[in-house]
């Protein structure tokens, strides 16, 4: 399995400083103005309503990811990115044959170790028997 990964890499103060903004801003723009618009939306209707609570930009924050979340649930598989499984790919022979092959390396890399614990515990508890005569 050749997969790249890309690596981002932080230099000093500098880099931490602007890693923060960039956070900073996707926060802002993805949370906080959405948060602010609700809050406003919901603001001006509830003026036309006697009793209707008012918000903050906190409620109004909660109340965007409530609507977003609950879109994202509602149309999934619509969207590049969805809630739902992965079709499993049909396996192949060959494939199982090396996940076989990979599995059986592994077993032979454990088993020496494992005859060597077994070893040292024969050896102690014959020196035990010993030490008992």
């Known amino acids: 399995m050749n997969r790249k990964f890309s690596v981002i890499k932080i230099n000093g103060f500098k880099g931490i400083m602007f890693a923060v903004f960039i956070a900073g801003c996707l926060i802002a723009g993805f949370l906080t103005f ?29 109340l965007w990811c409530i609507l977003a979340l609950s879109f994202y649930a509602i149309n999934k598989g619509n969207f590049a990115i969805s809630f ?16 076989i092959k990979q ?29 008992i005569k």
């Open 34 to 62: 959405p948060g602010w618009l609700c809050m406003h939306i919901w603001n001006f209707i509830a003026g036309y309503f006697s009793n209707m609570p008012v918000m903050t930009l906190t409620h109004g924050i909660i």
């Open 84 to 99: 739902g499984s992965a079709v499993p790919a049909q396996p192949s022979e060959e494939r199982i044959k090396e996940i």
């Open 103 to 131: 599995i059986n390396e592994k077993n032979a890399q454990i088993l020496p170790v494992m005859k060597n614990n077994d070893k040292m515990d024969e050896d102690s508890h014959n020196s035990d028997d010993k030490l």
